[in-house]
């Protein structure tokens, strides 16, 4: 079984100031890892994802996330956000392949982003 | 443009009665999805289809059930609606063939109420 850990239900950030949302997940298996963003009355978008390779990636709107396999965290991180920021944004888990299709994602509770002027 | 469409948006039923959500795609994806959002819980997942006559039970199937008849559609019925199953239900969908893991579009949501 997989779970995903989001530490923080509520974030306050001023404008122009950096901000981190944490992830952390579980699992007996390898995983591959997405950060997701929903908008107010919207559904959600990929940011970004890790499947392989380097553990730094970059995603859309200057997000960046830092796969740490040994603190089994996936942290999102923007060097300086705008009032467009403001949303709910989750980290969710899949093991990949299972009976020849991908399998759902785990999605941990959400983190909400307030951007403060 | 392909895209990934839910119906109704919002929907008011009686606790009894028997809902059935639309999702249609037309991405062309084998994959889909469906899953319900509450307050303090973040995505579950209730069901999920690897193609046509293909279903699956996720986290949280009980009272939910579906069919694939084609690649295009996963509509969700309700069987006996509760008020447990107030929620938002977003449909998603996947293309499995192009690789292990890839992107999961999502619809815009269903807004239900169950009275």
């Known amino acids: 079984a997989q779970s995903v850990t989001q530490l923080d239900s509520q974030v306050p950030v001023f404008e122009e100031a950096p901000v981190e949302l944490r992830c952390n997940y579980s699992?007996?298996?390898?995983?591959?890892l997405f950060w997701y963003v929903q908008y107010p009355n919207q559904g959600l978008q990929l940011l970004l994802k890790?499947?392989?390779?380097?553990?730094l990636v970059k995603g859309i709107n200057g997000f960046e996330a830092e796969f740490n396999k040994s603190q089994t965290s996936f942290h999102l991180r923007k060097p300086s956000v705008h009032i467009s920021d403001t949303a709910e944004y989750f980290c969710?888990?899949?093991?990949?392949?299972?009976?020849?299709?991908?399998?759902?994602?785990?999605f941990g509770k959400g983190t909400h982003l307030i951007i403060q002027p | 443009d392909a895209e990934i469409t839910q119906s109704p948006r919002h929907k008011i039923t009686e606790t009894g009665r028997q809902v059935t959500l639309a999702c249609h795609q037309t991405?062309?994806?084998?994959?889909m999805f469906w899953y319900r959002q509450d307050l303090g819980h973040g995505l579950r997942l209730i069901h999920y289809?690897?193609?046509?006559?293909?279903?699956n039970k996720g986290e949280v199937s009980d009272g939910y059930s579906v069919s694939r008849s084609n690649t295009e559609d996963l509509p969700l019925t309700l069987e006996s609606a509760a008020s447990s199953q107030t929620s938002v239900y977003f449909c998603?969908?996947?293309?499995?063939?192009?690789?292990?893991?890839?992107?999961?579009?999502f619809g815009p949501g269903t807004r239900l109420t169950v009275l």
């Open positions: 998603a969908s996947s293309d499995g063939r192009r690789g292990p893991i890839n992107e999961q579009f």
């Open positions: 699992s007996s298996v390898s995983v591959y």
């Open positions: 890790y499947l392989s390779g380097s553990t």
């Open positions: 969710a888990v899949s093991s990949g392949y299972s009976g020849g299709g991908a399998d759902g994602l785990t």
């Open positions: 991405w062309n994806h084998n994959n």
């Open positions: 289809s690897y193609g046509v006559q293909d279903t």
